[in-house]
């Protein structure tokens, strides 16, 4: 009866280990979700920069050229997107608002678009190797009014993504010239700078 007793109670206290044990399981099953959830997120804030999005504004830089086709002032305006484009109704209003400078009208000579839609897999390419050749491809020319869309970027590259708009002071002086208008470009990413001849 003795050793019967003792049985029982061995039973009775592993049973209630076991209860014990399940009942901390449980307790800990949440925050063991809440962890995995946290450390997602942590990382998937680190990365976050690196995903492509649309923009939902982008710089514009109006340069003005005078008879003599030299660069004589430069303005900055940030002016909105919709869904990645530059409405052509939009994009009409800053021409004619800023056709006038100095009292003097100039005529829109010339649209550049700089995009830079890189993926994230190409980025050490293009900071070690690569920069002169996908240069090239993210500078376009826009040759009609029309409305301007925007390829997806990186988000940490979106502010480096613009539209140059160059106005000239004399309609003859501009068909007539014999020097060369250059554009300079230069990538907040990497130290460098090239030239590249403003077309019409």
């Known amino acids: ?4 007793f003792i049985y029982n109670s061995m039973e009775n206290s592993e049973l209630m280990e076991n209860t014990e044990l399940m009942e901390n399981s449980e307790l800990t099953l949440p925050n063991i979700k809440d962890n995995w959830i946290d ?14 999005e649309m923009q939902p504004e982008i710089e514009i830089v109006f340069s ?18 919709d869904n990645n484009i530059l409405k052509k109704e939009l994009l009409i209003h800053l021409l004619n608002d800023k056709m006038i400078f100095n009292g003097l009208k100039y005529r829109p000579i010339s649209l550049l678009k ?16 690569k920069i002169d050749e996908y240069n090239e491809s993210f500078l376009n020319i826009e040759r009609e009014i029309k409305d301007i869309t925007f390829d ?11 539209l140059y708009i160059f106005f000239h ?5 501009y068909n007539n010239r014999t020097k060369k208008i250059h554009v300079k470009t230069s990538s907040k990413l990497k130290n460098k700078k090239q030239s590249k001849r403003l077309k019409k």
């Open 1 to 4: 009866m003795y050793f019967l």
């Open 39 to 52: 450390d997602f997120e942590k990382e998937d804030e680190l990365y976050k920069n690196f995903y492509k």
């Open 64 to 81: 003005y050229i005078d008879k003599k086709n030299d660069i004589i002032a430069v303005k900055k305006e940030k002016t909105r997107l």
């Open 114 to 129: 700089w995009n830079i839609n890189l993926d994230a897999e190409n980025i050490t390419e293009y900071l070690n190797n």
């Open 152 to 162: 997806e970027s990186i988000i940490f590259l979106q502010d480096i993504n613009r």
């Open 169 to 173: 002071e004399s309609w003859d002086a």
